[in-house]
């Protein structure tokens, strides 16, 4: 029998429709979620718990907001885009939440809860079983680094990895925060890469293969193909496969699709369809000697 595979979303109205059912759920329900195994070759394209103040993360939200009467509440990145590609049955990894206001009111609300600072100058609890991380949203990493210019909160739609992250859920509005062009990549699963410098390169690869796997990509655009291709003249496949195991306990990421990639890598001189091509065509073969 073949495998269900959920569906994008259709509208911003379809994406809000699946965060407000995720958010009646009164705790993070902890299951491994089914993987989906992209056809990429032939598909390429140009193109600490509280019970206070709530038992669940939309009331959790909700004394956020109040504590920032002249600031906005914003959830940001991962669950969005999970709810965006998949649906509820996504998600399952730490909710982020970007705060535009009196960060220092946030701090103290924060402590007062048991909320624990972390290296980035974010801070992390959990609430309802979920891990939630609270930042600032003019001190995040790639705009303390310089890397981006902070003119509101928009700005934080160039800072992410992957389109498909960048985007953000004024919680007090229900208003999304997202890139004009943000709907039709998710529509078309076109998986694209917005910026590449990170504090974390090789955690930050392991999550773009892992995307290809777990989100279904059917297309890359040439940016991210040249920047998985040359990430493997940065790391092994053993250290990718040593690295995702630390992280999430096992492994999805396959060598075929790595080495795929290194004789994309071999032969960039190529112009890129035609470099996919020649890639894709060696691995071919290689199956069919085995």
């Not at 718990?49 to 991962?78: C, H, Q, R, W």
């Not at 999304?176 to 690869?205: A, H």
């Not at 999805?252 to 994309?264: A, G, H, P, S, T």
Request: proline fraction near 3%; charge should be negative.
């Amino acid at each position: 029998m073949a495998q269900h595979k959920p569906q994008p979303i259709q509208s911003l109205v379809n994406l809000k429709n699946r965060l407000d059912y995720f958010f009646k759920k009164p705790s993070r329900d902890l299951k491994k979620r089914s993987i989906l195994t992209p056809d990429l070759f032939d598909t390429f394209s140009t193109e600490t718990t509280i019970d206070s103040p709530g038992k669940n993360i939309a009331e959790f939200l909700n004394f956020m907001t109040d504590v920032l009467p002249d600031g906005d509440v914003y959830l940001f990145g991962g669950l969005l885009r999970d709810m965006a590609l998949i649906g509820k049955s996504g998600f399952n990894s730490d909710i982020d939440i970007v705060v535009e206001g009196n960060w220092y009111n946030c701090i103290s609300y924060l402590e007062s809860l048991g909320a624990q600072k972390n290296k980035f100058g974010g801070y992390r609890l959990e609430v309802a079983k979920w891990p939630v991380d609270i930042w600032n949203a003019e001190e995040t990493w790639a705009i303390k680094q310089g890397l981006v210019s902070y003119n509101g909160i928009g700005s934080l739609t160039e800072t992410t990895v992957l389109n498909w992250d960048a985007i953000l859920m004024n919680w007090r509005t229900k208003n999304f925060v997202c890139q004009s062009n943000y709907l039709e990549s998710i529509k078309s699963r076109v998986l694209d890469i917005v910026l590449e410098e990170n504090p974390n390169p090789l955690g930050m690869l392991v999550r773009v293969l892992r995307h290809l796997y777990l989100k279904d990509a059917t297309k890359i655009t040439p940016s991210a193909a040249i920047y998985l291709a040359n990430c493997t003249e940065h790391f092994t496949f053993d250290e990718i496969r040593n690295s995702e195991n630390q992280s999430y306990g096992y492994s999805l990421i396959k060598q075929d699709i790595y080495r795929f990639f290194e004789y994309l890598k071999a032969n960039e001189d190529l112009e890129i369809r035609h470099g996919f091509s020649v890639a894709s065509d060696i691995l071919k073969k290689e199956y069919e000697l085995h």
